[in-house]
């Protein structure tokens, strides 16, 4: 696993692989733009943890539980570090994952699921561009609940999150007044309701 992961870093054209590379007769460790990945000849752990050294401390929703994964494979360890480098490094890919960490932590799941970019005009370059990820089918601690979601992850941090029918009409949604990620979660765990007409909102 140890020459695997050398070989492959190796190809990865880009000096700061081998800045903070660090190798024991047993082990590989290397910190690649705030991600770190650790290797036996058994397993790769790839992560980001602020206690670490040579990354960057203290970035909200991230931190070790939040990102550990475990790979006995190097191809797919090393597209979780790249994967994971862009999280650490943009905000709305932070809240992204932040997200689906959460949903799956706290029993919210879903059939369905797409990743997109929003924009308008005469904003529309890839900077300012959201995150925008529409889930439906959805079952919230096991009990199958009629309504979709959608979320929208902005550059500057804030987040827009609705709740709209599972057969809706056009542009058809009630927009939650949270804008928070954790108290977007505990809305939608504190949701009394099972069908869309019953939510408690306003719709926009």
């Known amino acids: 696993m140890i020459e695997k992961l050398k070989y492959a870093l190796f190809s990865i054209p880009d000096y700061d692989i081998y800045r903070k590379y660090f190798q024991t007769k047993d082990s590989i460790t290397i910190y690649y733009k705030n991600v770190i990945v650790k290797a036996t000849n058994d ?6 943890d602020s206690e670490e050294h040579f990354v960057a401390k203290g970035l909200k929703y991230l931190d070790k539980n939040t990102t550990l994964k475990l790979f006995n494979d190097v191809p797919s360890a090393i597209d979780y570090m790249n994967y994971l480098s862009l999280v650490t490094l943009d905000i709305r890919y932070t809240l992204y994952h932040y997200f689906l960490f959460k949903l799956k932590d706290v029993g919210i799941n879903y059939n369905y699921f ?16 959201s995150i925008r990820c529409d889930f439906g089918n959805l079952s919230i601690v096991d009990k199958k609940v009629k309504y979709n979601c959608i979320i929208i992850f902005n550059n500057d941090g804030s987040t827009r999150f609705s709740f709209y029918p599972e057969e809706p009409a056009w542009n058809e949604q009630k927009i939650c007044p949270k ?4 108290k977007i979660i505990e809305y939608i765990l504190n949701l009394k309701v099972d069908n869309y007409e019953d939510i408690p909102l306003i719709e926009s």
Do not use: H, K, T, W
């Open 179 to 182: 804008r928070d990620v954790d």
């Open 43 to 48: 397993e790769i752990s790839v992560f980001y």
């Open 114 to 129: 797409s990743f997109g970019f929003a924009g308008s005009y005469p904003n529309y370059s890839e900077d300012n561009l």
